[in-house]
């Protein structure tokens, strides 16, 4: 139990780094002596400090290491990458415990680690927590398992079953859902890589695809253009975010613009995830319409699935994506529901 405590807040701590340890995994870090913490860690940015360095440097009194116990969520790097590895660091430190939430699958480590601390004599103890840890560090898994990135749906519709109206007066979002949950998507928008449109939502909505109601980096805009119709005048193409444009045409890159040619007569969700991967993309939150969402539901390329019910009736309009698969969880904001799915 003492372990599963420690291990919980290692997690806690690892959901500090989510959105800005990227392409690292966001580790947390814990270290415990005589059931007291006395140094805690998460990975910093891109190009800094490992969770265990952060949580190594944070004790005040260093002396104490060799008699703590190190708990993480990932089992520590042994390879020099953009910092030395994690793992001569404990050893170097003679912190004589080691508790391990889950494996790092990443074939530079896969369990090197572990054997070099065992080697140099630390007790290691492996799979606390183990599941939660998986699930924390799911989007760097599935980056280096399935070489493609994380992704995730989401779109709001009706209590009726609408995702969009047939006609609009204006060119911006019609709101299904209420400010608390735009708020939350927002704070989404922080925590993945990149956001995927496709042509129609662009040209309906007009959206900015950033960040507003939260504070956070804005993730990568990707954009279906099979055509390249869309005017360079909407908000998608103003340079502030760099914005990959997925078409069949041809066409030179523009300042922070790329454009991605795939051919739209083969599997075009997986051209786009492979395009995506390409560019060292981890996670993508698909917000399209229902053509573009389907899209990816068919192809079977999802991995999570966060389905808003509004508190509003269209009785016409665009029908919402059909979804067959296994609910995690269901819970009110405000008025709306927000059902979550999970691809097993």
């Not at 045409?249 to 523009?254: F, P």
Request: with cysteine; net charge negative; charged share 25%.
């Amino acid at each position: 139990m003492q372990h599963e405590k420690y291990i919980r807040r290692c997690l806690e701590l690892a959901a500090n780094g989510i959105g800005t340890a990227r392409p690292n995994p966001s580790v947390g870090a814990v270290i415990v002596h005589d059931y007291k913490i006395i140094g805690e860690g998460y990975t910093s940015p891109y190009g800094g400090n490992h969770a265990e360095v952060n949580a190594i440097n944070s004790v005040k009194d260093p002396t104490l290491l060799k008699e703590s116990t190190l708990y993480v969520t990932l089992e520590p790097c042994s390879h020099f990458g953009k910092t030395p590895p994690c793992a001569d660091l404990i050893v170097e430190h003679q912190i004589p415990d080691v508790v391990i939430g889950c494996v790092d699958t990443n074939e530079l480590v896969a369990g090197k680690s572990i054997e070099r601390l065992k080697n140099a004599g630390c007790n290691v103890t492996v799979g606390i927590l183990e599941e939660e840890c998986l699930q924390h560090h799911r989007r760097f898994f599935t980056n280096q398992n399935k070489k493609r990135p994380f992704i995730i749906l989401k779109w709001a519709e009706t209590k009726d079953g609408f995702i969009a109206p047939l006609h609009r007066n204006d060119q911006k979002p019609v709101w299904i859902t209420n400010e608390k949950s735009r708020q939350l998507v927002h704070k989404w928008r922080g925590e993945e890589h990149a956001i995927l449109v496709g042509t129609n939502t662009v040209k309906a909505d007009d959206p900015k695809l950033t960040i507003r109601d939260w504070t956070g980096e804005n993730p990568i805009r990707i954009v279906i253009d099979k055509e390249l119709k869309l005017s360079n005048e909407l908000h998608v193409f103003d340079g502030s975010v760099l914005t990959i444009v997925v078409t069949e045409k041809d066409k030179e890159n523009e300042e922070n613009v790329i454009f991605e040619k795939i051919d739209f007569s083969k599997d075009v969700p997986k051209q786009i995830v492979a395009a995506l991967y390409a560019h060292r993309i981890q996670s993508v939150i698909v917000e399209g319409g229902t053509v573009t969402l389907q899209t990816f539901i068919d192809g079977n390329l999802w991995d999570e699935a966060n389905v808003f019910i509004g508190d509003v009736l269209f009785k016409e309009g665009i029908k919402a994506p059909i979804l067959s698969a296994k609910k995690i969880s269901e819970e009110r904001i405000l008025l709306d529901v927000l059902k979550r799915y999970r691809n097993d």
